[in-house]
Nanobody, 124 residues
Framework: QVQLVESGGGSVEAGGSLRLSCAAS????????MGWFRQAPGKEREGVAS???????SYADSVKGRFTISQDNAQNTLYLQMNSLKPEDTAMYYC??????????????????WGQGTQVTISS
């Protein structure tokens, strides 16, 4: 059984920074891909960043150069450093893991396990 628990969300002004954390438990060491997603009210869930087991990262165009995904395998923790935040970054942010087969993606349907989310609110 895999559990993912996000933390680090909050409210900041535009231009500020936040670091999200995702604590993973269970058979997470066998994950092929870990990712961060976000969903704003009335919008579809969108992929923000992903990292595969080899450390290769991918980012949505909207966050490139501002967000950085990283992982601490010893601590089973996934991070998302978010800088230069904008009001349009406001959303619920989710951590996700793919364990069932190889590959990595920013598509939500690609992932097998999800956390409960942490709210990020950016004011102008």
């Amino acid at each position: 059984q895999v559990q993912l628990v996000e933390s680090g969300g909050g409210s900041v002004e535009a231009g500020g920074s936040l670091r999200l954390s995702c604590a993973a438990s269970g058979y997470i060491y066998s994950s092929y891909c870990m990712g961060w997603f976000r969903q704003a009210p009335g919008k579809e869930r969108e992929g923000v960043a992903s990292v595969n087991k080899d450390g290769y990262t991918s980012y949505a165009d909207s966050v490139k150069g501002r967000f950085t995904i990283s992982q601490d395998n010893a601590q089973n923790t996934l991070y998302l450093q978010m800088n230069s935040l904008k009001p349009e970054d406001t959303a619920m942010y989710y951590c996700a893991a793919r364990l069932k087969s190889p590959g990595c993606s920013l598509r939500a349907s690609f992932f097998d396990y999800w956390g409960q989310g942490t709210q990020v609110t950016i004011s102008s």
